[in-house]
């Protein structure tokens, strides 16, 4: 013992005395570590007294309980000596240097001891903190420098919770990494978070990483693994062991990981409150029921392109988790039962996200409606399910009383009689989102504004290729008060007729976006301009290329007073007398885009001279009609600019930009 001890001391001096050693925590993982015994050749300090000692060795050494043998990777394999080599350290097999490296108490000497060579880090990785010796003069307060040491990580990320987070991405995810990373950080309890998205390609993260985080960092909560093909059951199975505090896990794409992983998870950490599983072909049945039977504290469940998944993995969870508030179930191979499951024991979901179902029918999403589980639910998502038509969706309604937010996407079975039954059984609904839902037509959107005319607050419209113009007297239907935020994306057959109906039924909108509809002029906007009456706020006319100055004066003119954005990219009419009216009127403009418009230098002039405007973000992104005699009312407007946008403005040249960047420190150029 005495001899292990006295190992230590000389190893802790040798590591301090390294010139130019960094601390591991400021390691950058590139690798750059000596491995093997010539790093000791050209050291002055000469170790191999210590280690002429020969099998006296066996005398002192005493093999740990815990384990019969220390592994190191086999590439820091221990060198044999040659014969014209002088003895070094190094020598020492595995096992001996894990008893020593396991008694210095402080990180900060674990961590100096580390950067000596690969070998030393991946041993001092695979040191357990229950395994770390403590003597008696040991103490707390022993470990203040640690502390400085993991705050000058300028990788690392304190969360708002105190917790420690890393994110490690492609080329940078490498074992050597981690291990760096579980080594430093290991005296203040480890990393709270990890993420690894990608990995290296030679030398990619695997379960040796893996481990040395469960050994090093105890007090981990969310592990994240994307795109990880190197990481299998041993290394989950090493988290299980070692991060009992783990409350997410995050696996996507991950081929080597199975049932194995998720029945270890189960039994190791109990306070896991989120799941996300996806495009994991390994993962089935026997692992969700295994985390249904141990994790009651389970509340958010994702899983998708999972093909060995099934409804007893889905039925299990669901019916166990009683916590259980947000689901989401994509391209899955589940039927009706799984739903009705959903249905009669979901009472505590909140969030309910259901795509790609294939396998599941009409009568599948008519018992969860009618099953009246789901009397919490308040956001239901449903997408690309052949079984959600209108006397399902119409169950829906009724069963989800206190439902709030629906969002259909392409749902082609679903027509107006069954959004208009919904809209009439869904009393509570304050958001409404179709999205390529061809079958519902102007007046399926009319009935549903006319039942929820007192709580719906948001309409979204998204390449519905039904929804046309139509001669409708809107005399007949009483207007929707409650609108607020009316969007209509691309869809192609919107035109004049259909905004001033919506113009007339929905006067209290302050959110308009009108995207890529490029049949709309200034004849059809004009009534929704009137008729709003409490002022318009953000205005999105992007891709309306018919319309002109006329409607951008009067957008201006009637609400200057209350306008905070406006995008015009891509209305190709709209000139410099547009900016001129914007720099008149439009006191509160904060973001205001001009992409691709017909404006020149005297209309950005004229933006630089408005004393009222206080523009944060400006985009004139391919405008070849702005040129470098804009430099200077660019950079008086740059007073209060945090964003300004000149890509393919192919008049502005290098030094312009060049000038810019060096008056316009605090404002985000692109160009």
């Known amino acids: 013992m005495l001899l292990i001890l006295f190992l230590a001391t000389v190893l802790v001096a040798a590591a301090l005395l390294l010139s130019g050693m960094p601390t591991l925590v400021n390691y950058s993982g590139d690798d750059e570590l000596y491995s093997g015994a010539s790093f000791y050749q050209k050291n002055l300090i000469d170790l191999?007294?210590?280690?002429?000692?020969?099998?006296s060795v066996d005398g002192y050494y005493c093999s740990p309980k815990k384990r019969a043998r220390i592994n190191a990777p086999d590439v820091f394999e221990t060198p044999r000596l040659r014969k014209d080599q002088k003895p070094t350290i190094e020598v020492l097999p595995n096992e001996c240097l894990f008893e020593i490296f396991r008694r210095l108490s402080s990180g900060k000497e674990r961590s100096s001891c580390s950067c000596v060579s690969k070998r030393w880090l991946m041993l001092m990785s695979s040191i357990c903190r229950a395994e770390?010796?403590?003597?008696?003069?040991?103490?707390?307060?022993?470990?203040?420098?640690?502390?400085?040491?993991a705050s000058v990580d300028e990788d690392l990320v304190i969360e708002d919770d105190g917790f420690l987070s890393r994110c490690l991405e492609g080329k940078k995810a490498t074992d050597v990494r981690l291990a760096a990373i579980a080594v430093g950080t290991s005296a203040r309890g480890g990393l709270g978070k990890l993420c690894i998205r990608g990995s290296n390609s030679a030398?990619?993260?695997?379960?040796?990483?893996?481990?040395?985080?469960?050994?090093?960092c105890p007090s981990l909560r969310s592990l994240s693994l994307w795109n990880v093909s190197s990481v299998g059951d041993e290394g989950l199975s090493e988290i299980a062991k070692g991060c009992h505090m783990l409350e997410k896990l995050d696996i996507c794409q991950a081929s080597s990981i199975s049932n194995k992983s998720l029945i270890a998870i189960a039994k190791g950490c109990p306070n896991l409150t989120t799941l996300n599983i996806e495009s994991c072909p390994e993962i089935?049945?026997?692992?969700?029921?295994?985390?249904?039977?141990?994790?009651?504290?389970?509340?958010?469940?994702?899983?998708?392109?999972?093909?060995?998944?099934?409804?007893?993995g889905v039925s299990s969870l669901?019916?166990?988790a009683n916590n259980l508030s947000r689901v989401k179930l994509q391209d899955l191979n589940i039927t009706d039962f799984s739903l009705a499951v959903i249905g009669h024991y979901g009472k505590a979901i909140v969030n309910l996200v259901l795509s790609s179902l294939q396998n599941v029918s009409e009568r599948g999403f008519w018992v969860m409606g009618v099953a009246q589980g789901l009397q919490k639910l308040m956001s239901l998502t449903v997408s690309s399910c052949r079984g959600v038509t209108d006397a399902s969706i119409e169950a829906i309604g009724r069963g989800c009383i206190n439902l709030k937010q629906m969002f259909l996407r392409r749902c082609c079975l679903v027509s107006d009689n069954g959004l208009v039954a919904f809209t009439k059984a869904a009393?509570?609904?304050?958001?409404?989102?179709?999205?390529?839902?061809?079958?519902?037509?102007?007046?399926?959107?009319?009935?549903?504004?006319?039942n929820i005319k007192t709580t719906l607050k948001y309409l979204t419209l998204v390449k519905c290729k039904g929804i046309k113009d139509i001669d409708v007297e809107v005399s007949m239907f009483s207007p929707c008060e409650s609108l607020q935020h009316l969007s209509i994306r691309n869809c192609p057959g919107v035109g004049n007729a259909s905004l001033t109906m919506v113009g007339k039924l929905c006067p209290k909108l302050q959110r308009v976006d009108l995207t890529g509809l490029y049949g709309v002029t200034d004849a059809g906007l004009l009534p929704l301009l009137h008729n709003s009456e409490s002022g318009l706020v953000k205005v999105n006319l992007a891709g309306?290329?018919?319309?002109?100055?006329n409607i951008v004066a009067e957008l201006a003119r009637l609400h200057g007073g209350t306008l905070e954005l406006l995008n015009l990219d891509g209305c190709r009419k709209i000139t410099d007398a547009s900016l001129v009216a914007i720099a008149d009127n439009c006191v509160l403009l904060k973001d205001l885009d001009m992409s691709k418009c017909a404006i020149t230098d005297a209309g950005i002039a004229v933006l630089s001279n408005a004393n009222r405007l206080t523009?944060?973000?400006?985009?004139?992104?391919?405008?070849?009609?702005?040129?470098?005699?804009?430099?200077?009312?660019l950079t008086n407007l740059g007073q209060t600019l945090v964003g300004l946008n000149l890509q393919n403005c192919s008049s502005i040249g290098c030094n312009t930009v060049e000038l810019l960047l060096e008056n316009l420190w605090r404002c985000d150029i692109l160009a």
């Not at 030398?203 to 090093?216: C, E, K, L, Q, Y």
């Not at 026997?286 to 999972?306: F, H, N, V, Y």
């Not at 009393?427 to 006319?450: D, K, V």
């Not at 523009?615 to 009312?633: A, E, I």
């Open 48 to 55: 191999g007294r210590v280690c002429t000692l020969g099998s």
């Open 132 to 149: 770390i010796y403590k003597s008696e003069n040991f103490t707390e307060g022993s470990a203040s420098c640690d502390v400085e040491m």
């Open 203 to 216: 030398r990619g993260v695997t379960d040796v990483g893996i481990s040395a985080v469960a050994h090093g």
């Open 284 to 312: 089935g049945n026997e692992g969700l029921q295994a985390i249904a039977r141990s994790c009651p504290k389970l509340k958010c469940i994702s899983i998708k392109d999972c093909p060995l998944v099934g409804d007893h």
């Open 318 to 320: 669901l019916s166990s």
């Open 427 to 450: 009393r509570s609904l304050e958001s409404l989102q179709l999205e390529e839902c061809n079958s519902i037509t102007q007046f399926g959107i009319i009935g549903a504004l006319s």
């Open 544 to 549: 309306c290329g018919n319309l002109s100055d």
């Open 615 to 633: 523009l944060q973000v400006l985009s004139l992104s391919n405008c070849s009609g702005v040129t470098c005699k804009s430099g200077p009312s």
